[in-house]
């Protein structure tokens, strides 16, 4: 069933179809659990306890900030540490019901959402207003299947702006990111 994958293992190629289709099966359960409530979510990424979903409409966002067990995350859980960004369309949602969201969760999501020039420079905004260590944002980052993604974020933070250029992710000028912190109290 498992097959050497450089240091670990894998499952064999004969059984990836039923890796696909238990995926399949996990996230049609995330999407019914949400469309009971809000029917224009769609699920952004999953496993089988947790979700991350969005919806399109006011209506949907209301319902899920009524539900317990959904949460509000990504940029709009931003507020939540005095960061407030301005929204195109409707926040995103974070189901686990036995989770809290961590600052760490609130970075990958926004980041899984998107990975955009803008929203990369908000996410490290956070971790350095939140001092969110590296390891424990690489830790929750393999969950996502982003650590790279989150190592090269820690490389332009630490001033190595070459990072932006090698990474072929919508990083801002070395600029730009220091008008930011200087808008939001972090230079």
């Known amino acids: 069933m498992l097959v050497p994958s450089g240091p670990d293992y894998a499952l064999a190629d004969d059984l990836q179809s039923l ?3 238990s995926h399949e099966v996990v996230t049609h359960e995330h999407r019914t659990r949400v469309r009971d409530l809000a029917s ?3 699920i952004e990424w ?3 306890n947790r979700a991350l979903g969005q919806v399109q409409t006011a209506e949907d966002t209301d319902a899920l900030q009524h539900a317990s067990e959904w949460d509000m995350t990504g940029l709009a859980r931003f507020h939540e540490y005095g960061l407030q960004f301005f929204l195109a369309g409707e926040p995103a949602f974070w189901y686990a019901p036995d989770d809290p969201l961590t600052p760490a ?9 998107e990975a955009g020039s803008r929203r990369v420079s908000y996410a490290m905004l956070l971790i350095e207003q939140e001092q ?3 390891d424990e944002l690489i830790e929750t980052a393999e969950w ?5 993604l989150i190592e090269h974020l820690y490389q332009f933070i630490a001033g190595d702006f070459g990072t932006a250029d090698d990474a072929g992710i919508g990083f801002p000028s070395a600029r730009e990111y220091a ?3 200087a808008q939001y109290g972090g230079a």
Do not use: R
Not at 105 to 113: A, F, G, N, S
């Open 19 to 21: 890796l696909a289709f």
């Open 40 to 42: 224009s979510a769609t």
């Open 46 to 48: 999953c496993d089988p």
């Open 105 to 113: 969760d609130v970075v990958c999501h926004t980041l899984v959402l």
């Open 132 to 134: 969110i260590s590296a």
């Open 144 to 148: 996502y299947s982003i650590e790279s």
């Open 179 to 181: 008008a930011l912190k």
